[in-house]
């Protein structure tokens, strides 16, 4: 059957009450290796239902109950269950490879062996919850609750991982929504405070951030802003390639830039240049987030732009990744740029590019 018949039945099934366990009695119906793939089972009664090796992948499971429910060695890869229920559900070897478990109740529940790998568990309750031997790998945990640090320590790994405070765990992170595709590393110690700002919720903007809030932005833009009236900037195509890039950067009328030097970030050539307001008119055409006076230079993604600002400074490294021009923005305040470099110079060097 098609994925819409089977929810259908699926429904039927949950709300004439044939597949829960209630008052201590057994399912009537068991849907073990159940074929349950891209079903629609949102905000069902699936309470202590056997689920056990069943294929879920691709489902969607939002604000569904699932207490206390066997879902040993189920495949959940993708499934969305933002919001659901989880709590004592039994999980062992199941594969929730890039499910959606935000705001997830996970408390007691039994996750051992799981995979989890790029699982979005951003806000999930994992109060006592089994993590033993659970694959974590570039796993979103930022502001998960009721965790500790020996549950995170029993996990199989951690690598590329964001953590409940938001820094990103030591590990080599490859990205997923952003292209052209990269990796980077992070050292052994968390020390260096590295956050990634919701990457995977913009394939045009990579961002990583520091506790100081100093950034490396990855972009690939397709349009600039015209400089020729700040006051209203109107968008026009960028530049197609390094060379147009570093002549676009220099000719602009508000900026102050440094000559360009040669550079090689994972193996792909291009130029940088530094960048500094020049002026500050008198009625400022625009506001960034500290409130200062700042032009737009670039969208970087929906309702993203890259801009220059007072008080700032930015280091544009523009480089050719297979015939794809890509901007890295490195960016701090004036003050602290010279002090933010050899970190931000540190991560760069680990960086490759997918097929380089």
Same mark, same amino acid.
Not at 65 to 94: F, G
Not at 239 to 250: A, E, I, K, L
Not at 325 to 335: E, G, H, K, P, R
């Given at each position: 059957m098609d994925p819409n018949r089977k929810t259908q039945v699926a429904r039927f099934l949950v709300e004439a009450g044939l597949v829960q366990r209630t008052n201590g009695r057994d399912p009537i119906i068991i849907l073990a290796d159940a074929d349950l793939r891209s079903t629609y089972l949102t905000g069902l009664d699936l309470r202590a239902a056997v689920l056990s090796d069943a294929d879920l992948s691709g489902s969607? @499971?939002?604000?569904?109950?699932?207490?206390?429910?066997?879902?040993?060695?189920?495949?959940?890869?993708?499934?969305?269950?933002?919001?659901?229920? #989880?709590?004592?559900?039994? #999980? %062992?070897?199941?594969? @929730?490879?890039?499910?959606?478990?935000r705001l997830t109740g996970l408390s007691g529940a039994i996750l051992s062996e799981a995979k989890l790998k790029r699982a979005d568990l951003s806000s999930a309750d994992l109060w006592k919850a089994n993590l033993s031997d659970t694959n974590l790998v570039m796993a979103n945990l930022n502001g998960a609750l009721g965790w500790t640090e020996g549950q995170l320590a029993s996990a199989d790994s951690l690598e590329g991982a964001t953590m409940p405070d938001g820094q990103l765990h030591a590990g080599t992170y490859v990205t997923n929504g952003f292209e052209p595709t990269l990796s980077f590393n992070i050292g052994t110690a968390r020390h260096d405070g590295w956050k990634l700002q919701e990457e995977e919720m913009n394939d045009q903007q990579l961002l990583i951030e520091d506790s100081e809030g100093s950034q490396i932005i990855f972009t690939s833009p397709l349009h600039v802003?015209?400089?020729?009236? =700040?006051?209203?900037?109107?968008?026009?195509?960028? =530049? %197609?390639?390094?060379?147009?890039?570093?002549?676009?950067?220099? %000719?602009?009328?508000? @900026?102050?830039?440094?000559?360009?030097?040669?550079? /090689?970030?994972?193996?792909?050539?291009?130029? %940088?240049?530094?960048?500094?307001?020049?002026? /500050?008119?008198?009625?400022?055409?625009?506001?960034?987030?500290?409130? @200062? =006076?700042?032009?737009?230079?670039?969208?970087?993604?929906?309702?993203?732009?890259i801009t220059s600002s007072v008080k700032s400074k930015d280091r544009f490294v523009i480089v050719d990744v297979k015939g794809e021009?890509?901007?890295?923005?490195?960016?701090?305040?004036?003050?602290k740029f010279d002090e933010f470099l050899p970190k931000a110079q540190k991560l760069l060097d680990t960086v490759k590019w997918k097929g380089e």
């Open positions: 969607h @499971l939002v604000d569904t109950n699932l207490d206390d429910a066997d879902l040993s060695n189920a495949n959940l890869r993708s499934a969305d269950l933002y919001s659901a229920e #989880m709590n004592d559900a039994v #999980m %062992r070897n199941a594969n @929730l490879a890039g499910a959606n478990l802003f015209d400089p020729i009236n =700040p006051k209203d900037p109107k968008q026009v195509p960028a =530049p %197609r390639n390094t060379d147009g890039w570093v002549s676009w950067f220099q %000719r602009h009328p508000n @900026l102050d830039t440094s000559a360009p030097t040669s550079v /090689t970030v994972g193996g792909a050539h291009g130029v %940088r240049v530094d960048a500094q307001p020049s002026s /500050t008119p008198d009625n400022s055409p625009q506001q960034c987030y500290d409130g @200062l =006076p700042c032009f737009l230079l670039y969208p970087s993604g929906e309702d993203e732009v021009t890509v901007i890295i923005d490195i960016y701090a305040q004036a003050n």
